[in-house]
T-cell receptor, first 112, second 113 residues
Framework: DAGITQSPRHKVTETGTPVTLRCHQTENHRYMYWYRQDPGHGLRLIHY???????DKGEVSDGYSVSRSKTEDFLLTLESATSSQTSVYFC???????????FGQGTRLTVV | SQQGEEDPQALSIQEGENATMNCSYKTSINNLQWYRQNSGRGLVHLIL?????REKHSGRLRVTLDTSKKSSSLLITASRAADTASYFC?????????????FGQGTRLTINP
């Protein structure tokens, strides 16, 4: 497996609480992505990063923020979790555009 | 809305048969990729086809790309039970949004022994 680790792997949290998911890579890849996966929707892009402190929104960014202060870490924060954010979250990395992406094992988040 | 849309959403065939999945997309692309996901796992890259290529092979996989129709197909020949998984296409758009990697909804493939 590519050197990409997501933490935590599972989390249950209450509505209204902040939650931070971490994606850590050891590959020194430039691009990092956060997706959510829900039945019937496939993978939807939340945010992505194209370098340290360089991030941009994806198609479902509302309610999420990200930060990348180091090449190896890409954090996804739910400022105030809602039940609609219950999902499986995947991080992906790649060296550059037009290259294959490597995925983490996913984080299953349940908001109750 | 998502760039890629797969068809069919679900496919069930007998072991040994060929499986064909289709992907349609909306904007001009630099390349199209196919990924596989086993239940509960992360996605694994299968094959990448560039916009100037029409067909590509990798083992039992054959991918075609028709940029005039904005569509691609993934053919798995001589299917095996281990091919049971979900398959996704993803596109690298050209121009604005080129840094995004956008996925479709996927096709759930079941191979019956």
């Amino acid at each position: 497996d590519a050197g990409i680790t997501q933490s935590p792997r599972h989390k249950v949290t209450e509505t209204g609480t902040p939650v931070t998911l971490r994606c850590h890579q050891t590959e020194n890849h430039r691009y990092m992505y956060w997706y959510r996966q829900d039945p019937g929707h496939g993978l939807r892009l939340i945010h992505y990063s194209y370098g340290v402190k360089d991030t941009d929104k994806g198609e479902v960014s509302d309610g999420y923020s990200v930060s990348r202060s180091k090449t190896e870490d890409f954090l996804l924060t739910l400022e105030s979790a809602t039940s609609s954010q219950t999902s499986v979250y995947f991080c992906a990395i790649r060296t550059g555009l037009n290259t294959e992406a490597f995925f983490g094992q996913g984080t299953r988040l349940t908001v109750v | 809305s998502q760039q890629g849309e797969e068809d069919p959403q679900a496919l069930s065939i007998q072991e040994g048969e060929n499986a064909t999945m289709n992907c349609s997309y909306k904007t001009s692309i630099n390349n199209l990729q196919w990924y596989r996901q086993n239940s509960g796992r992360g996605l694994v890259h299968l094959i990448l086809i560039r916009s100037n290529e029409r067909e590509k092979h990798s083992g039992r996989l054959r991918v075609t790309l028709d940029t005039s129709k904005k569509s691609s197909s993934l053919l798995i020949t001589a299917s095996r039970a281990a091919d049971t998984a979900s398959y996704f296409c993803a596109t690298d758009a050209r121009g604005q949004g080129a840094q995004k990697l956008v996925f479709g909804q996927g096709t759930r493939l079941t191979i019956n022994p």
